[in-house]
């Protein structure tokens, strides 16, 4: 196994945990297949530009139309479901926030369990928080749900990022942690070292 990363400092990105396979690149979107032979998990990562949105919710499309397994997608979206996940100036705007749901229905992918802070993202300027959105979130297919019903995701505190790591729960032997950009797949044995 190798540590592979796009990104090392805390501007976003992604790394995991891997076998010695590429990591597939789409446009500005990363995503990682972490399957077996009853999950599939893709680390998604949202384009930031507002105006190349779309491309990112294209490639979540072509991502559902690849197979019909259990599929969680976790990650930094950049985009919000409701202006409730936004504190600061200016209200999200509404065709953001609906086109964000639509590609969530069209693909099937509903909010898994969420607990921890309402907000993932926080933007400070001379250490003041001047903005917090939720961000950073986990969603899973209808078949997610079945298979794994007592599913959760928590998020954590942040040492260093701007993000909030994820921590996705499946109670099962399935742990994944998304941090800051990064997810790293850990089984049941390396559980307790998450936790510390």
């Known amino acids: 196994m190798?540590?592979?990363?796009?990104?090392?400092?805390?501007?976003?990105?992604?790394?995991?945990?891997r076998e010695?396979?590429?990591?597939?690149?789409?446009?500005?979107?990363?995503?990682?297949?972490?399957?077996d032979a009853w999950v599939?998990?893709?680390?998604?990562?949202?384009?930031?530009n507002r105006s190349r949105r779309h491309i990112s919710w294209n490639l979540l499309r072509a991502l559902a139309r690849q197979d019909d397994k259990e599929w969680a997608c976790i990650g930094?979206?950049?985009?919000?479901l409701s202006q409730e996940e936004k504190w600061g100036l200016h209200d999200h705007p509404h065709y953001l926030i609906r086109n964000f749901r639509d590609v969530l229905s069209d693909c099937d992918l509903h909010?898994?369990?969420?607990t921890g802070s309402l907000f993932t993202w926080y933007m400070k300027r001379n250490s003041q928080v001047v903005a917090k959105q939720r961000l950073d979130r986990a969603v899973g297919n209808g078949r997610w749900f079945l298979r794994f019903?007592?599913?959760?995701?928590?998020?954590?505190?942040a040492p260093v990022s701007d993000h909030d790591p994820l921590l996705l729960d499946t109670s099962q032997t399935l742990s994944i942690r998304f941090v800051a950009g990064s997810v790293s797949i850990m089984h049941g044995f390396l559980m307790p070292i998450w936790k510390q």
């Open 20 to 35: 010695e396979e590429p990591m597939p690149k789409v446009d500005d979107d990363i995503h990682i297949f972490v399957m």
């Open 2 to 17: 190798e540590l592979d990363s796009d990104r090392l400092d805390s501007g976003g990105g992604t790394s995991s945990l």
């Open 149 to 157: 019903s007592e599913c959760s995701v928590q998020s954590l505190v």
């Open 111 to 114: 909010d898994i369990k969420y």
């Open 40 to 48: 599939r998990v893709t680390c998604f990562y949202g384009n930031p």
């Open 76 to 80: 930094d979206f950049n985009e919000l």
